[in-house]
Each structure stands twice: as C-alpha cells, then as structure tokens.
C-alpha cells in the first residue's frame, strides 16, 4: 500500500456514491483520513467509512440550501480538527428545455448553481482561511468536459456551472499561491456511474459513447486515482490547471 497522502484530512463532498465514493477508497489506500460527505445517503457513507477501516469521520449537510456548505465546513473541522483538502465533488444535473414554464426554468437554473457552484464557492472561502492559518492546503473541483465545450440543449445549467467552477479553481490558484493554498479542476466525459446511468436510461448508450474515441466512458477509479495524484505534497507546482480525463472528446 502507498502511502503519500498520510497524515491528511481530506473533505470529499458527495462521497456516499459514485466518484466521491471512489476518490476516499483512495485517498484511504494511500494513507489518508477522509471526512465522507453525504447528502441522504447515511447507510452509503456508512458502509464506505467502514470499508476504509474506520480511517475517517461521516458528515450530513444538504449543499441545496445556502447555510449547508458553511455547516459542513464547521463539521469538518469539528471533527478532524486541521483538514489539509477539500475536494467539490458533490454535483447535480438537471435537465430542463427552453420550452419550459419560466418558474421551473429559473428553479432548474438556481438548484444546479447552489448545489454545483454555490457550495463549492461557499467551502472553498471556508477552507482558504484554515488553510492561510494552518500552513496551506489543496482545493480540487471536479468540473466537467461540458464546462468546456459547452452542453446539451435540454442540460445547459449544468455546462454553465461546470464553466463557473474552473474559473473558480483559476482565481483560487492565481490569488492564495503565496499563502501555500493551490487548487486545481478535473474535467471528466461521461464515466460510469448513477448520472451516466440516468443519461444513458434517458437517451441509450450510444449517445454517450459515440463521440469518445477510445469508445468507452471511464471508470470512477480512473478520476479517483488522479485526484489522489494531484494531493501528493511532491506535486507542488500543479495549481490552476484542468485536468481533462475524457477518452479524447474534447482536446484543447
Ligand atoms: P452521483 O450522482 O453518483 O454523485 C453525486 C453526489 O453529489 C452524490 O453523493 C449526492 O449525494 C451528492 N449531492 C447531490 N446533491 C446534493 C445535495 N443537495 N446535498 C449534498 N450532496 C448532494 O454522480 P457522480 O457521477 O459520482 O458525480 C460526481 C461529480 O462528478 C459531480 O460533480 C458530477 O457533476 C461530476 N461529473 C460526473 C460525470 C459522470 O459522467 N458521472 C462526468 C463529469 C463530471
């Protein structure tokens, strides 16, 4: 077992499920304690601190609502006492057409921001004052290849949040250098998990795959293993970068 990432307390948000799930199995086999967020998912979060031995805490906060982050945050740290990062992976993706009544367009457009953008935002002002006060820290924001390329006609909220958060990630890395804060963006294609699974009950398989050269979506351990790379302290000079992890769909 690896173990580059011990001693860390690191917060993943959304991490009963899917990714998040993935990235605290890792963050664990290489050394480190994770705080397992979750929004309903109790048993999930539960079952997953126990497969990585007891080595972390458990979390509830619904980042829906504007005081979830900040209360999250206060749990963390009441827990864990110093958390050296925080990864925004928790995310939501709605659909909603043009063609829908102006009410449930806006309603669409704001749960997508708070929850995607808002939270991470709000977690993200948290955690650079403890880390500024505690001898620097990592931020890592899983955003999307449809922040970069632009999005589905019936899914445009989501792209636009996506967007929003690497910007985020850039200013965060431009502006808390110096004060040994860095951070940096994950952007994945589709990869196999509960919200591909909808996509894909939704609009079949094949409008998933067909534009991914290597004709696969990724696997969950694939993202997993990058953000536990990216937390490493020998990696310290990879800040403000996006990170693409999506089989050739979009190359820049
Ligand atoms: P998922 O649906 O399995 O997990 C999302 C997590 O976010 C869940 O644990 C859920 O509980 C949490 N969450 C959602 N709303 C919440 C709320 N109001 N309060 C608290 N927690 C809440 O999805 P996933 O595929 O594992 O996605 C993880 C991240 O990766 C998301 O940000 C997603 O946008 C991003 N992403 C996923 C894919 C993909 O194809 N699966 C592609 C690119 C980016």
New binding site residues.
């Given amino acids: 077992m690896r173990t580059s990432l011990e001693g860390q307390c690191i917060l993943v948000?959304?991490?009963?499920?899917?990714?998040?799930a993935a990235i605290v199995e890792r963050l664990a086999a290489e050394g480190a304690r994770a705080i397992i967020?979750?929004?309903?998912?109790k048993d999930g979060a539960e079952a997953l601190l126990d497969r990585i031995a007891g080595r972390g805490w458990v979390a509830q906060?619904?980042?829906?609502t504007s005081e979830?982050p900040f209360e999250l945050w206060r749990k963390s740290v009441d827990v864990a006492g110093r958390v050296h990062a925080l990864v925004n992976?928790?995310?939501?993706?709605t659909e909603i057409s043009i063609d829908a009544s102006a009410q449930d367009w806006k309603s669409a457009w704001q749960k997508e921001f708070q929850?995607?953008f808002f939270a991470a935002a709000d977690l993200s002002k948290e955690a650079i004052g403890h880390f500024k006060a505690n001898g620097g820290g990592r931020i890592v924001n899983?955003?999307?290849?449809?922040g970069q390329r632009g999005y589905a006609a019936n899914a445009m909220p989501?792209g636009a949040t996506?967007a929003a958060l690497v910007n985020l990630t850039k200013s965060i890395a431009r502006s808390f250098g110096a004060d040994g804060v860095t951070a940096i963006a994950i952007a994945?294609?589709?990869?196999r998990?509960?919200?591909?699974q909808e996509f894909i009950a939704a609009h079949g398989k094949a409008a998933a795959v067909a534009d991914i050269p290597i004709g696969e979506?990724a696997a969950?351990t694939e993202v997993a293993e990058l953000v536990a790379f990216v937390l490493r302290p020998s990696q310290a000079s990879l800040n403000g970068a996006t990170l693409d992890v999506n089989g050739g769909s979009y190359i820049r």
């Fill in positions: 948000t959304g991490s009963s499920g899917g990714i998040g967020h979750y929004g309903r998912d906060a619904d980042l829906s979830g992976n928790a995310g939501i993706r929850v995607n899983m955003a999307s290849r449809a989501y996506k994945p294609g589709w990869v998990t509960e919200m591909a979506m969950p």
